[in-house]
């Protein structure tokens, strides 16, 4: 059975810095575009970044040149690098990603979700 299990979170001043990891575990033939997605409270879920198979990347607005996005095909694992915090960065993280994997014959995407790991920016 494949999960994703992040780690990384916690509480930090603003201004600091966290890195969040994505890792992929079970049987699956690889790992497709991933990305990384909060949801504060009483607010919807957004994406923040992503990242594809072959390393192109795209970010929130509100991030750009804060948050860095990586992923380690070795270890199946994705990182999210978070620098320069603010309160407004508050939320629960998800990360997300399409996993290939075979069923039978026929390799097939699957959609995946992290069970969210909490990111508190206060002072």
């Known amino acids: 059975q494949v999960q994703l299990v992040e780690s990384g979170g916690g509480l930090v001043q603003p201004g600091g810095s966290l890195r969040l990891s994505c890792a992929a575990s079970?049987?699956?033939?690889?790992?497709?575009?991933t990305g990384w997605y909060r949801q504060a409270a009483g607010k919807q879920r957004e994406l923040v970044a992503s990242?594809?198979?072959?390393?192109?990347?795209n970010y929130a607005d509100s991030v750009k040149g804060r948050f860095t996005i990586s992923r380690d095909n070795a270890k199946n694992t994705v990182y999210l690098q978070m620098n320069s915090l603010k309160p407004e960065d508050t939320a629960v993280y998800y990360c997300?990603?399409?996993?290939?994997?075979?069923?039978?014959?026929?390799?097939?995407?699957?959609?995946?979700w992290g069970q969210g790991t909490q990111v508190t920016v206060s002072s």
């Open positions: 079970g049987r699956f033939s690889s790992i497709g575009a």
């Open positions: 997300n990603a399409a996993i290939r994997l075979w069923v039978g014959v026929n390799l097939i995407v699957n959609d995946y």
């Open positions: 990242i594809s198979s072959g390393g192109i990347t």
